[in-house]
């Protein structure tokens, strides 16, 4: 495995973030966790061994954007300004990972866990419903526990060789 600089993923999805009203973000972003989830279940292909800690993350991922669709609600008049810069962001993140080893991407994904754990803190930062507070502080449990089985498999996979 070659070393390979986690970006920082706010800063490269921000030119998609700030096409969507602050109010609608939380949403915009559990369509990207969305995403997530299927690029877990591609990983989970690729690495059979590996498959059941894998489909797990993608679990958590599809977990945390259940949580945010039932704790933020949806102004109809916004679905599709909150789905527009969707395709482009994914675009953006599937590239961050073209062209590099599995393991690399992993590596990575589990820095982007942790970004995003951050994420749902700075949002929770901003809300005054203790309720919604909590269900952002178990969004970043998730993924951090993501982070946290990613280096395991990590660590498992370059201790095996």
């Known amino acids: ?3 390979h600089e986690i970006p920082n993923f706010g800063v490269l999805l921000a030119p998609f973030i700030s096409q969507v009203p602050a ?6 972003l559990a369509l990207l966790e969305r995403g997530a989830a299927d690029r877990y279940r591609e990983w989970a292909a690729m690495l ?3 498959q059941d800690e894998l ?3 993608a679990e958590r991922e ?6 945010i669709e039932a704790r933020f609600a949806l102004d109809r008049s916004l679905v599709d300004i909150v789905r527009a810069p969707v395709p482009g962001a994914r675009d953006t993140y599937y590239g961050v990972f073209a062209g590099l080893d599995v393991w690399d991407q992993l590596r990575i994904q589990a820095g982007a866990e942790r970004q995003g754990a951050q994420a749902w803190r700075t949002i929770a930062a901003g809300v005054t ?3 919604v507070v909590e269900e952002l502080a178990r969004c970043s ?8 089985r990613l280096d395991r498999l990590i660590t498992h996979h370059t201790g095996a060789r």
Do not use: K, N, V, W
């Open 1 to 3: 495995m070659t070393a």
């Open 23 to 28: 109010e609608a973000r939380p949403r915009f």
């Open 48 to 50: 059979p061994l590996y």
């Open 55 to 57: 489909l797990r993350c």
């Open 62 to 67: 599809d977990e945390i954007a259940d949580r």
């Open 129 to 131: 419903d203790p309720d």
């Open 141 to 148: 449990a998730l993924e951090e526990e993501s982070a946290d």
